[in-house]
């Protein structure tokens, strides 16, 4: 025939060949596609669904693309399908309704329109959190933000409570239809009330079952994004995919699939008036990973309860900053409740072996993850600062939107994710972080950028695992995302956005947090407008990118693709003699009121840095007792050339260290706060 399913042979995405990845069925894979056929077609099928545009959806990324293809081409039907009943993943179902800005993406002139207006929306900071300046309640922007702006555009078609089960590809390689599965909850259900670990193979399966009726769809168009959670699209097609970390190298081909970020999942919590005459029992959990310790100080339990609070009940001026809680805030939570000791998704062997399609998660570990929620709760309650809290500390099910008391989805750091075009992988080394010198303020500038994105190298490591040695923390500068990490290998009709990019383990730490999820939808969906139009490939797009850039950039999408940088840092204007070091150092400012010199010699008027002798800033180092060393008090930081910000350093001034790093103090003196020492580059 003219077409294949999912049941092709995997290609190994260790190896990362994808040119000579085969489309050809193997003879026990036909037979296994003939028998899920027979058993498909045996099942109660809805219409077959015709869209221009196909969303398979259920993330942020999602959401966003969706928005974005519907009301820039109202002429186009517009597919999407969504994994919950809320569209919007970690924004809502995934139980993280606070936004991660990096520091420059939260200026209005840095974000998509789109992004803007859900940010407006929403009138100041209505949760009071700590973590971000915009914390919400999940639940209320579904209701008065998300689907009314999904339902505004009539070409939209949204498919809730829908799994991808199935992808159909052609000889050419091209996504032809996604099979997925529709689920509604019988009358005599309440939805979630069964932990997600316990539902979401039923989410998958075709068949009816005590929970749900099902209907099988198939979903055929022209141009289709992959922005699952879990990668179905990719998993399915038989495309090649990375899961884990790169090793040893962050460009290798290897991948440990079994060395990933550290989940979550999310719950909501509420300070009642009164205690509650029939409080609803609460499972005990767990505490797997990491143990909790056994007491807390008020001021740290204050600061678990507003650092993501969703609603502050209190005065907005007085009542919502640090070290308030008031009766009837609404708290999210997973400051504590990280899942150190299992990584979800399964390794990549049992991936490819799942048949039929679930998910590809480890059962166990979720339920681990859920047990740590709840014994977290018990922990929180169990160590609130005034006692009679106790009783009146409850869970919060409305704001969760679900009758266990847990978000509807885990909170993921990372995913499956795609290979792009000719092997494209988005790298974090050279093009988000400070070793990048294309520009003092931003990421290296892609002659194919789409999209911006800014947020700190942010993984949480699990403790079953061995990171490589390039896994360092640094903090990143406002970067940029290429149409490349858009693209997938061999598939020439098959775009990708969110946590599903062609990008490395790495690079996924900065681009995973909602507002770059977002963006990178918009991308996506203004992307497969053109295409669609115009009857381009993923590579017809890449070679007339100029004209995607300007559709993007246009009042039609709304998408900012140049930084406008606030307050950005004081550029490096020359070097100065440190008397009290005795080192001519690189400055920003005249700090001594001496005269600043062009080079790093100070014109012999002092000493120059020898090339192991550096600068730490004080407040990043300890003195370690009773000798003349000094040793990091994070997890890592950077040694330096100049007291000038590592943003607007050249690499050779900058060295990366980690907290076990021991410098030898030359000096009992500082300069301007940094302490000159001496360590082996």
Not at 257 to 269: D, I, L, N
Not at 499 to 524: D, I
Request: aromatic share 10%.
């Amino acid at each position: 025939g003219d077409q294949n399913s999912h049941f092709q042979a995997h290609q190994s995405s260790r190896a990362f060949q994808v040119a000579q990845i085969l489309i050809t069925l193997p003879v026990m894979s036909l037979l296994f596609c003939a028998a899920a056929s027979i058993l498909l077609a045996l099942l109660v099928h809805g219409d077959d669904i015709q869209c221009d545009i196909v969303v398979a959806g259920g993330s942020t990324a999602s959401l966003a693309t969706a928005i974005t293809a519907a009301e820039a081409a109202p002429s186009l039907t517009v597919c999407f399908t969504e994994i919950t009943d809320w569209p919007g993943g970690q924004m809502t179902a995934g139980g993280v309704p606070a936004i991660d800005f990096g520091g420059q993406n939260s200026h209005v002139d840095n974000q998509p329109a789109s992004f803007r207006d859900f940010f407006n929306h929403l009138e100041g900071n209505p949760g009071g959190c700590t973590v971000s300046i915009k914390c919400y309640l999940p639940n209320k922007l579904v209701e008065t933000w998300i689907m009314p702006r999904l339902s505004r555009s009539p070409n939209l078609k949204v498919l809730l409570r829908t799994a991808v089960v199935n992808t159909t590809r052609l000889r050419s390689g091209e996504v032809a239809s996604l099979t997925v599965v529709q689920r509604t909850p019988r009358d005599n259900y309440t939805e979630y009330s069964q932990r997600f670990s316990d539902i979401f193979a039923d989410w998958y399966s075709p068949q009816d079952s005590a929970y749900f009726t099902k209907q099988v769809h198939t979903i055929s168009g022209k141009v289709f994004v992959e922005a699952t959670e879990f990668g179905d699209v990719l998993v399915t097609a038989q495309l090649p995919y990375a899961q884990g970390v790169e090793v040893p190298t962050e460009t290798a081909d290897l991948t440990d699939s079994t060395c990933g970020q550290v989940w979550t999942t999310t719950f909501y919590m509420s300070l009642a008036a009164e205690a509650p005459a029939s409080p609803k029992q609460v499972p005990q959990g767990s505490a797997e990973g990491l143990p909790f310790n056994p007491t807390q100080t008020p001021l740290e339990w204050h600061h678990g309860w507003e650092w993501r609070r969703s609603w502050c009940n209190g005065d907005p001026a007085t009542e919502c900053g640090y070290n308030n809680t008031n009766v009837g805030d609404v708290t999210q939570q997973n400051l504590g409740n990280d899942l150190d000791t299992a990584y979800i998704m399964l390794p990549e062997q049992d991936v490819t072996a799942q048949r039929p399609w679930s998910g590809g998660l480890d059962k166990v570990a979720l339920r681990m993850l859920e047990d740590r929620a709840y014994a977290y709760f018990h922990w929180m309650n169990h160590t609130a600062p005034v006692a009679d809290w106790q009783s009146r500390i409850q869970l919060n099910y409305t704001t969760a939107g679900t009758e266990h008391g847990l978000s509807k989805m885990p909170y993921l750091r990372d995913t499956r994710r795609a290979i792009g075009l000719d092997g494209f992988r988005l790298t974090y080394a050279g093009t988000m972080d400070y070793f990048n010198v294309s520009s003092p303020y931003t990421g290296y500038h892609f002659y194919d950028s789409i999209a911006l994105s800014n947020y700190n190298d942010d993984v949480h490591h699990l403790k079953v695992c061995t990171y490589p040695d390039y896994m360092l923390n640094h903090t990143t500068k406002p970067f940029y995302i290429p149409f490349r990490a858009l693209t997938v290998a061999n598939s020439s009709n098959l775009l990708v956005a969110g946590k599903t990019m062609a990008q490395t383990f790495h690079a996924n730490g900065a681009t995973r947090l909602h507002p770059s999820e977002w963006t990178s939808g918009v991308a996506a969906g203004g992307t497969a407008v053109l295409m669609v139009q115009n009857g381009w490939s993923t590579q017809d797009a890449l070679d007339n990118i100029a004209k995607v850039q300007a559709f993007l950039n246009s009042s039609a999408v709304g998408q900012p693709l140049d930084w406008t940088i606030e307050n950005p840092q004081p550029a490096q204007i020359g070097y100065q003699c440190a008397v009290n070091i005795a080192r001519c150092v690189g400055v920003d400012h005249n700090v001594t009121d001496s005269p600043i010199f062009k080079n790093g010699t100070c014109s012999q008027q002092c000493q120059a840095l020898a090339s192991d002798e550096w600068l730490a800033l004080r407040s990043f180092w300890d003195v370690v007792p009773g000798t003349n060393y000094i040793q990091p008090n994070v997890p890592t930081t950077l040694l330096k050339k100049s007291i000038a910000n590592s943003q607007v350093l050249p690499s050779d001034e900058l060295l990366p260290v980690t907290q076990n790093t021991k410098a030898l103090l030359l000096s009992n003196s500082t300069f301007d706060d940094y302490y000159l020492c001496r360590v082996n580059a």
